[in-house]
């Protein structure tokens, strides 16, 4: 599995502006420090729904356009099966055709709309292919809600990066932050900077997807001890 890290610490502006204040404060007044830690790894997604944008480019009758936009939604369950729910989004669009001198020929296109909900696991790699066969375009939306286990996987990973941190702003401040106020775990599904380099953050084929794991510790560091 390829994890990729990445890490980050937020400080008071004053801090930043000039480091050599901390050492003049006095006991008992209060400032703090936050060290993040981040670690972006493959995660098992615990929901999946596709999201499927179909268009019929062929001009047909109006009367026939409609009745091929309301075969679709079937032809797309016949596809999918038991492995998820087909429902429509919003209202189904058809525009005139023109032909090739520009004109409005009586004839009309489409385009329609669907969400299937709750795919199964073990599907998505066969739907993936059946859903581009079928003339629509598919979106994959992966939810993940359980990642206690990667933390724990990554906790001293994201442990290192943290103490690694600590060590040089112990250095800047000539202060031990030893006294924690505050920590916080979260995760979410990587849509951001990586996006364009490794494409959709979920990966059908194998069912995952790149999911961010942040460790957030606050130390205080105003009544810390002299380094």
Known sequence: MRTLVRSLAVVSLWTMLAPSAAAAMTAG?????TLDANVLVGATPDMINASLSCSFNEPLSRAAMRTAIMAKQRDLQTIIGTAGTVRKIGTASIYDHYNTLGEIDGMFTGSVNY???????????SLDQ??????????????????????????????????????VFEDMLGLKLEKVTGM???????????????????????????????LSITYDFGTGEKK
């Not at 969400?115 to 790699?125: F, L, Q, S």
């Not at 990586?194 to 069912?207: E, F, I, Q, T």
């Open 29 to 33: 007044e209060y400032a703090s420090i």
């Open 115 to 125: 969400v299937i909900h709750n795919v199964k696991p073990e599907a998505t790699a």
């Open 130 to 167: 059946k859903l581009d066969d079928s003339g629509c375009s598919t979106t994959w939306d992966a939810r993940v809600f359980r990642f206690g286990h990667l933390i724990r996987e990554h906790k001293t990973e994201l442990m290192e990066q943290i103490e690694e941190k600590k060590s």
């Open 184 to 214: 916080n775990v979260y995760g979410v599904i990587d849509t951001g900077s990586n996006y364009s380099y490794y494409g959709n953050p979920y990966d059908p084929l194998s069912n995952t997807v790149l999911f961010l794991l942040t």
